[in-house]
């Protein structure tokens, strides 16, 4: 047992006053990863600052037409909130293909964004690994990596982002909104998470002594044409081995916009904006999803166990473009697209 300090901060000002004067300490929330990682001797906080009193629970309409979702909104109360179930399905389908029903309950929106990786080599403090022991090495790239990244990979981590509803908000262009003693800043969301590199420990741009207040969603939900398929070795409370967001504006039978992101294949999730720009215009057509498919993937690299990944996710976004494009979302097959 490691011994660490307890605070509960009072507001947003006094939370950032607690991090900023200890750089040991770090928020508690749902507490559904953070807990998990301290029981595995992964991370030894010298003090956990409670957050879950804090008034981040709401979710309100912002004047650009937007959703402003707080960063202690429970992922539950998120994904059957009136205005995600009409307005951004994706959202909610991708909320609800994560965990199970009881750690949805806990489990709040800024948490899910500070998850850490599933790479059994982190969570094994046996072994070498250069996100929790920087310099240590990655056991992960000759080794066991069937759960591991194929696109953004460097020579020192090939993790994945575990979250399933980070792909959506990568999806949806979400923006999430922090505090800090410098103030509060608005991060794009595909600049929140980052690429390993040659830091595999730093999973994101958040400053020390930020505290995530908010997720902004922009109007534009695509709930017409939208889809989250899950790939995973099971149906239910298993992470994605492929995971694919899509949102799609149609005219007739002509994509107008395209978006695609992907979850379990990289470090952050994964989008391709020049692919998504050659689909613009195309027709709606399995040739063109095809066509997508291969732009997103043409530089992904399997390491051995993982090398199925690749045509798993080829086939993944083709069959997710087709659900998307006809609007039904969950369905098994794609006749209907020529
Ligand atoms: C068995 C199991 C299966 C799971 N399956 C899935 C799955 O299939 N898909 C999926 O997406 N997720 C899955 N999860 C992960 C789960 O969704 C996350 O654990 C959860 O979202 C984390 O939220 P939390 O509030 O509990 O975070 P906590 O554990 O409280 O915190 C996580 C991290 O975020 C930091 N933090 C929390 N809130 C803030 C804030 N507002 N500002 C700054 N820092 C903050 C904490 O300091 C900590 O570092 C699974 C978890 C478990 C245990
Ligand atoms: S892939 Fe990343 S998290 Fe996994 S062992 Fe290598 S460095 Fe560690």
């Given at each position: 047992m490691n011994n660490f300090a307890y605070t509960r901060a009072t507001d947003?000002?006094?939370?950032?006053?607690?991090?900023?004067?200890?750089?040991?300490?770090?928020?508690?929330?749902?507490?559904?990863?953070?807990?998990?990682?301290m029981k595995e001797d992964v991370v030894r906080p010298s003090r956990l600052i409670d957050i879950t009193r804090l008034p981040l629970d709401k979710i309100e309409d912002t004047a650009a037409g937007g959703l402003r979702i707080g960063a202690l909104v429970r992922n539950s109360d998120l994904?059957?909130?009136?205005?995600?179930?009409?307005?951004?399905?994706?959202?909610?389908?991708?909320?609800?293909?994560?965990?199970?029903?009881?750690?949805?309950?806990?489990?709040?929106?800024?948490?899910?964004?500070l998850q850490r990786t599933r790479c059994f080599y982190f969570y094994d403090t046996a072994t070498p690994c250069n996100k929790r022991a920087p310099g240590s090495g990655c056991p992960a790239i000759a080794g066991i990596n069937r759960m591991h990244a194929i696109l953004g990979t460097s020579e020192q981590c090939i993790a994945v982002h575990p979250s399933d509803?980070?792909?959506?908000?990568?999806?949806?262009?979400a923006r999430v909104l922090a505090t800090g003693r410098g103030g509060e800043r608005s991060i794009a969301f595909a600049d929140f998470h980052r690429l390993p590199g040659?830091?595999?420990?730093?999973?994101?741009?958040?400053?020390?002594?930020?505290?995530?207040?908010?997720?902004e969603l922009p109007a534009?939900?695509?709930?017409?044409?939208?889809?989250?398929?899950?790939?995973?070795?099971?149906?239910?409370?298993?992470?994605?081995?492929?995971?694919?967001?899509?949102?799609?504006e149609i005219e007739g039978e002509?994509?107008?916009?395209?978006?695609?992101?992907?979850?379990?294949v990289a470090h952050k999730p994964w989008r391709d904006r020049d692919a998504e720009?050659?689909?613009?215009?195309?027709?709606?057509t399995r040739a063109s999803f095809a066509r997508m498919?291969?732009?997103?993937?043409?530089?992904?690299?399997g390491y051995g166990h993982n090398d199925f990944k690749i045509d798993l996710a080829r086939r993944g976004i083709v069959r997710a473009l087709a659900q998307a494009a006809r609007g039904t979302p969950q369905s098994q097959s794609d006749k209907r697209i020529k």
């Open positions: 947003v000002a006094d939370a950032v006053r607690a991090i900023a004067a200890d750089p040991g300490a770090r928020f508690v929330a749902g507490g559904t990863n953070l807990i998990d990682l994904a059957y909130h009136p205005q995600i179930e009409t307005r951004y399905p994706l959202l909610g389908s991708a909320i609800l293909a994560g965990a199970s029903a009881q750690l949805r309950n806990m489990a709040t929106t800024g948490g899910n964004l509803m980070c792909v959506a908000l990568a999806a949806l262009d040659g830091r595999p420990e730093i999973d994101t741009t958040l400053r020390a002594d930020e505290i995530i207040t908010a997720i534009q939900g695509f709930g017409k044409n939208y889809t989250y398929l899950k790939i995973r070795d099971r149906l239910s409370y298993a992470f994605a081995l492929v995971s694919i967001a899509v949102g799609l002509t994509i107008k916009q395209a978006r695609l992101a992907l979850g379990g720009a050659q689909l613009a215009g195309a027709p709606a498919a291969d732009a997103v993937l043409r530089d992904a690299r």
